[in-house]
């Protein structure tokens, strides 16, 4: 009996972390909007491959007391108010000038899994009026927490997403694309954190990318930080 139960406790732990990586926080906007029209947000915890969105009770930890942000084009930043639903969480917000728009979440969870501590970071971008080209990375502002979202592309038939660290590019990340029907699939971002595909299906693609950090001083050792955006290629 306690071979068993020596057994059983591991075994546990171990589906219990593999489960928490599988999930992760998602942020689902229209990516373009309109001057002087309410822009609709969603937030939803789920696994990518499942995407069965998690009712709100069952949420990990305190994942649930995310705080999501705005970032206007002029980079100042506003924090937005959420209301709670059965599977999700909604929010609004009016752009009143014409750029971009960035929304998003970087909740770490207190919660120590084995020796690592898990960040969950979510992001999307709003472009409001015509914009002929990618703003630079240093001039984004930001800030230094990973964002990801969809890039402008020269393509109408494909996606690009860029992946942004302490304010620049992360070259040679690995993403993993979700897509409508099921399929996966992982791509390195190039010199300039971004990756290049062209969509099968219509539909909502989930992307997923993980930077790991080592920790010293702290009650564990490494710190995972997830970050996801969602992009509806029509």
């Not at 589906?15 to 689902?28: C, D, K, P, R, V």
């Not at 620049?168 to 992982?186: C, D, K, M, Q």
């Amino acid at each position: 009996m306690n071979l068993i139960k020596r057994l059983f406790i591991p075994l546990v732990f171990c589906a219990f972390s593999t489960n928490m990586l599988a999930h992760a926080l998602f942020i689902e906007t229209n990516s373009n909007g309109t001057l002087g029209n309410t822009q609709k947000i969603k937030v939803f915890y789920t696994e990518p491959n499942d995407l069965k969105k998690e009712r709100v009770e069952d949420w990990w930890s305190n994942t649930k007391e995310f705080t999501l942000w705005l970032t206007l084009p002029d980079g100042s930043k506003k924090k937005l108010t959420v209301s709670e639903h059965d599977d999700h969480f909604t929010s609004v917000f009016t752009p009143l000038v014409a750029g971009n728009y960035y929304v998003s979440i970087h909740h770490t969870v207190p919660t120590i899994t084995g020796k690592t501590q898990y960040q969950f970071n979510a992001s999307s971008k709003v472009t409001v009026g015509k914009q002929k080209e990618e703003l630079a990375s240093e001039q984004l502002k930001l800030g230094k927490e990973l964002f990801m979202f969809k890039s402008v592309s020269n393509n109408n038939k494909e996606l690009s997403i860029m992946l942004l660290y302490n304010g620049e590019a992360l070259p040679n990340a690995s993403v993993t694309i979700f897509a409508p029907s099921g399929w996966e699939r992982t791509i390195e971002t190039n010199e300039k954190g971004i990756v290049n595909f062209k969509p099968e299906w219509k539909g909502e693609y989930l992307f997923v990318a993980i930077k790991k950090e080592e920790v010293s001083g702290k009650g564990y050792s490494g710190k995972l930080k997830i970050i996801t955006t969602a992009v509806n290629f029509k």
